[in-house]
Structure formats: C-alpha cells, structure tokens
C-alpha cells in the first residue's frame, strides 16, 4: 500500500504511488562521485546513510548490514522461530522478505555443511491482508493484488486473508457464506460509524494487526516481521505527538513490541523508505500499488496524514532528521512488553545495551488501551470509570468497560458517543476488543484493590460504615488524594461494601 495507508509496510509504496518516497531518484550531486566503498572508480547512484555516496550494490550490502544488525544485537529472530512477514506488496515489505530469504539461504548451507546436522533454520512465511470491503476496492482490483502478492513470494508459503476475519469465532476465520456476509457488514458499519480520518487510520492499522496475529496464531509462527521504516517510525512519532499519546509513544517504535500473542519485531527500523524504494528499483523487485483510505487525499485529511508530509519536507531539506527523531523517541524509557530477548553470551559481551525495558512498569502493571493497545496511565481510566459507577450502572461486559479502558485519543477519534449509541457501536467491535476491555477493567479494579487491602476495616468490625467514612477522610486530607483516580474509586467500594 501507498504512503501512510500501509502501516505493515513502513511507508512503503508501490509502483503506482506518486509520493517521493518510491520515486527512484538520484540524490544530488551523487551522480558525479564514486562510491566511497568501492573506491574502484565505480559511480556512485544516490547517497546513502544520509552522507555517504554509494553504487546499487554498496547501498544494498548498507541496507542488509542495518538489517542483520537489528535482528542479531537485538535478537529479533533466532534459529528456532517461525517467522511470519507482514507484506503489502510495496517495497520495504519486499525488500524486508528478500533479505530473510538470503540470511535463511545462508543458514541453511551452515545447517547442510555441520556434521552433527543439529543446526535449525527459521520457517519464512508472509501474510497479506485484503482491506477491499473498508477501501471500497473493486472486486476485480482486490483480486488482482491478491494474485500479484501469489506470484511476489512464490516458493514461500502466502497466506491471504480478508480483513473481516476478525469477527471470526474463537479467532478462527468463518468459512459460511451467511457469516462472512454478517462480517462484512458489521465492519462496513463500524467504520461508517467513525467519522474522524485520523480514527478510520488508526481503527485499520488495529484491525490489520489483529487479522495478522490470527493468521500467525493459527498457523504455528512465533515472530511477526512488520517493515517499519525509519520513515514511518518518524511520522508516527510526529502523528502519536499531536494525538496526546506521549506515554504511550515508546510502546511502538522499540525493536520488538510484546503486547500482542505473537511478538512484533522491526527489523528494518534503521533504514529509510526512499533507500529501499531505490533499491526495489535497481533491482527490479516487483512491488504493487493498492490505494488506501487517504490515498491523493489532502494533507491536511488526517493527522497521521499531515505528519507524514510533514516527514517528506523535513527530508527533503536534511535526509537525517529521520533518524534523529527516531532515535530521540527511543530514548524514552520503554515498557516491559518491550524487553528484548538477548542470548547471555552477547549479554555478556555488551551488558549495557541489554538493560533497559521495563522502567515505567516497577510501581504497576501495565494496562493497555481497549481498541488501540496504548499503554495507560493511572488517570486515562478514571473520569469515565466514576460516570458510569456514580450513576448507579454496572458497567460488567458493556460498552462501559470499553469506554473506561480506553485512551483519550480513540474516545475522541473513535469512540466518542455516549448512551444509546455508544452500546450500539459497542457491537460493532470484534469479539475479541470487548473481551480485552472487560478483562482490563476487571485487572484494574483487582490490583488496585490490592493496594488498599491492608488498609481495609473487615466487615465483621462493628460500627463499620462510621469507621470506613473516618477512613476515607483521613486519606483525603492526609494522602491528598481527592484529584486522583484512587480516591472515588475507594469511596464506591467502600461504599458497595456497606450496601
């Protein structure tokens, strides 16, 4: 997919997009130099690394060298995974997949050539999934890009699946007429529900993602390969920035992201989608291009949109600043999920590099978004929590729990109705994000009764209620906790105690 309509891709695009990324041009005044690594008399074609003028075949022994250096200091993949490739047919998804064939191709003549035959190679697969029933693709067009993906990555094994099988049963995607119809609808309405761009964006690129993990998880793959670029990365720090998800920004730009069942790796983040592009070019990698929902739309449709043009101007004035932004955000302390898995051999050698993670995660568990998986903060839960609490509604397995789990920027995008609507949309969601959002409330109220439980009189205490009340005051004025979250949260159970 095109531009910022392919969050799997990094930004990359196919051969019918018009952005400047998949254009294949020469950087300037790289055509009257010779490649700095050959130094052989060898004209260089573009400049890679920002600074560095480089021929085709330097600049993809620069990109393959970015790449197997995130995969092995950052162990992303090891012999024994079965790694399954995001594609959407534009160029950093292909290029991210020929490079796993070549280091899968080495491995297995390392493998071949030992004598115990002992050594294991990963498993390679990709999965793409067709978004025609939310982009309104004609069926014909739909079925082209499908059969163009067969042929891309023939010799591996392809998995193809609509968008729609996230309503499947149980994950599994449902094979009747009559329930893939059903399906189709409820999506269609979903997002004809959400009037915000900027919130169709981000409700896509989670739809995408868990019809991704489903596929993986039926079919055995214990790593998924989405080809963020440096590009991509950059925009959506800019996009995540504006929206108000600065807490939650270090959640997706670290080298593997664990907050779904399957483990999310970007191997690709240290490289830039025009290098990729250029490479594709040179190479003659087949890419395709499917339109996407802001495809020759006005920067100014969408958010996630503006940044990415606003991305395209920085580069175009110093091809670095994508890199600086992505490695300023990466110094924010990231999360647990974001841990990397690193063999203690190389923790050994290099301790410092594998010691982060898990910062923000020492004081309280980490409770995720209901609809985008955003980590949350202690306030993000409370204002809705103590609405529907307060009016006397139990808020169990309703659209309550959703809307109280959720973080400011998908109630304001996504989900901002209230009453009657809001229960209505509330159906409209998967099975499996209503799930996440009971089970999120659920874990909330428990740890933070947890936190207090020492604190609690028993009920057997006579002159309870009195003693409870004197309680709560006391942590008022003592705890200053009446602008927090904790403090109406203690009254109402407290007080559900007493009733």
């Known amino acids: 997919m095109a531009c910022m309509n392919c969050e799997t891709d990094g930004g990359g695009c196919g051969s019918g997009c018009s952005c400047s990324s998949s254009l294949p041009l020469k950087a300037t005044g790289a055509a009257s130099c010779l490649c700095i690594k ?57 290029v991210a997949v020929e490079m796993l064939k070549e280091i899968r191709s080495k491995a297995q003549s390392d493998a071949d050539a030992s004598k115990d035959g002992t050594m294991k190679v990963f498993r390679l697969g990709v999965v793409y999934v067709d978004e025609a029933t939310v982009l309104r693709l004609p069926e014909s067009e739909a079925e082209a890009a499908v059969n163009s993906i067969k042929e891309m990555y023939d010799g591996i094994p392809v998995h193809t699946v609509e968008l729609d099988c996230v309503y499947g049963t149980d994950g599994l995607p449902s094979d009747e007429d009559g329930d893939s119809a059903s399906s189709k609808l409820k999506l269609t309405k979903l997002f004809e529900s959400v009037k915000d761009m900027t919130g169709k964006e981000d409700m896509l690129e989670l739809l995408r993602m868990q019809a991704i993990q489903t596929v993986a998880q039926i079919s055995g793959y214990t790593k998924v390969v989405l080809a963020l670029t ?45 290098e990729l592009a250029l490479h594709c070019h040179i190479a003659k990698l ?10 020759m739309a006005d920067p100014r449709s969408s958010l ?48 410092r590099n594998h010691d982060k993670g898990g910062g923000k995660s020492e004081l309280s568990p980490e409770f995720l978004c209901s609809i985008c998986r955003a980590p949350l903060q202690s306030s993000d839960m409370s204002p809705q929590t103590e609405t529907t609490v307060g009016n006397g509604r139990d808020s169990s397995g309703n659209y309550a729990d959703m809307k109280s789990t959720c973080c400011p920027s998908c109630l304001f995008q996504i989900f901002p109705e209230d009453g009657v609507q809001a229960e209505e949309k509330y159906l409209l969601f998967p099975d499996s994000t209503r799930k996440a959002s009971t089970s999120t409330f659920s874990q909330r109220q428990k740890w933070m009764r ?22 709560l005051t006391t942590m008022k004025l003592l705890l200053n906790l009446h602008t927090t979250s904790i403090y109406p949260w203690i009254s109402r159970q407290l007080l559900n105690d007493v009733y």
């Open 38 to 94: 050959c130094k052989d008399g060898v004209p260089a074609i573009t400049v890679g690394n920002q600074t560095e003028p480089m021929c085709a075949s330097c600049l993809y022994v620069s990109l393959l060298s970015k790449f197997k250096t995130a995969v092995n200091n950052h162990g992303l993949i090891t012999p024994s995974d079965n790694v399954l490739v995001a594609v959407s047919g534009g160029p950093a998804s292909r």
């Open 230 to 274: 440096a590009t991509r990365i950059a925009a959506k720090v800019i996009a995540a920035t504006t929206k108000g998800q600065g807490y939650s920004l270090p959640a997706f730009i670290q080298y593997l992201d664990g907050r779904w069942p399957i483990p999310v790796v970007l191997p690709l983040r240290d490289c830039v989608a025009r």
């Open 286 to 295: 087949t890419t395709i291009f499917v339109r996407g929902l802001t495809t």
């Open 304 to 351: 996630n949109n503006l940044a990415h043009h606003f991305i395209t101007l920085l580069q175009e004035e110093n091809p670095s600043r994508e890199h600086t932004i992505v490695r300023t955000a990466a110094k924010l302390t990231s999360f647990s999920f974001n841990a990397e898995v690193v063999p203690p051999s190389r923790r050994r050698r290099n301790p």
């Open 450 to 471: 947890s936190q207090i439980q020492d604190y609690l009189l028993p009920e057997e205490t006579s002159g309870l209620f009195e003693y409870q009340l004197l309680f």
